[in-house]
């Protein structure tokens, strides 16, 4: 068995079909990149268990996730996963030291093991001071590490990033893009970054997975995909990191 993750996804929502597969090895970071609607938050959620297969498989570490044919399907919780939602998706009427403990405190660890926990992964990622307050009262970049810290306090070794960087302007952007890419690099996870961004994709991610119309369309280095852009959807986007 394989030690990293095997997505063989097919997926439905509403009229649309996504189906792909792909594999990543531990530590791998890759980025999905593709135009809005193509189906990467679909692909974010059906790895996440809010997205039944309808055929596949989703192995991590050599456990089966999912498996419609043998119906098996693990709950949210029960994967394990770190996922930073588009918008964050914070607990509005939590703190944010309750909201990055809470994964913890879901684990069954105790309220003032999992609050310590916590305040430490705010030191982490800089944003010591804002422990007791309310999502409502945080920074773009301020919740952005929040939402981070919440996804990798339990040690996930799968990091699902859904467009990370979105929320913040242009000149916080670059900053937050160098610290996310040693963070991530820190954590040692299998991270799968959405993007629309592809200057974020490139920064993030050692390798491009490209989704168009609920299937991947390529797959490869910034590099590899330029000199061969097997799309013209790939060929236009990498010509705006050129
Ligand atoms: N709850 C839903 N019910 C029915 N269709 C949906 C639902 N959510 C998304 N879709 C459709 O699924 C398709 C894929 O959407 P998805 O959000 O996965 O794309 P995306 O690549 O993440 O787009 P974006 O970059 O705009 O976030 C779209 O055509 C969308 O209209």
Redesign the pocket.
């Known amino acids: 068995m394989s030690p990293g993750l095997h997505a063989d996804i097919a997926a439905r ?2 009229e ?1 079909s996504l189906e792909l597969e792909f594999s990543l090895a531990p530590g791998a970071t890759a980025a999905v990149l ?1 135009p ?7 692909l974010v959620d059906a790895l996440a268990g809010l997205v039944p297969l309808t055929r596949g498989e989703v192995v991590l570490g050599g456990r089966a996730l999912e498996r419609p044919g043998e119906r098996l399907r693990l709950t949210p919780q029960e994967r394990g996963l770190g996922v930073m939602f ?1 918008g964050y998706c914070l607990f509005g009427h939590m703190s944010a030291r309750d909201n990055v403990a809470y994964g913890l405190r879901a684990r069954g660890v105790g309220r003032a093991r999992a609050r310590a926990e916590a305040q430490a992964w705010l030191e982490r990622l800089g944003v010591a001071e804002v422990g007791e307050l309310r999502p409502a009262a945080l920074s773009g970049g301020q919740a952005q590490r929040v939402a981070l810290a919440r996804a990798m306090i339990t040690r996930p070794a799968l990091l699902l990033l859904d467009e990370p960087l979105a929320a913040l302007d242009v000149s916080a952007r670059a900053q937050a893009r160098r610290l996310l890419a040693g963070w991530l690099a820190e954590a040692g996870a299998i991270s799968l970054i959405v993007s ?1 961004d592809v200057r974020d994709a490139v920064a993030l991610a050692d390798e491009l997975l490209v989704v168009e119309g609920g299937r991947l369309t390529a797959r490869g280095t910034a590099a590899e995909l330029r000199a061969r852009p097997p799309t013209a959807y790939v060929a236009a986007v990498l010509a705006e990191d050129a």
């Open positions: 929502r509403g649309f593709g809005n609607g193509a189906g990467k938050s679909t588009q629309h």
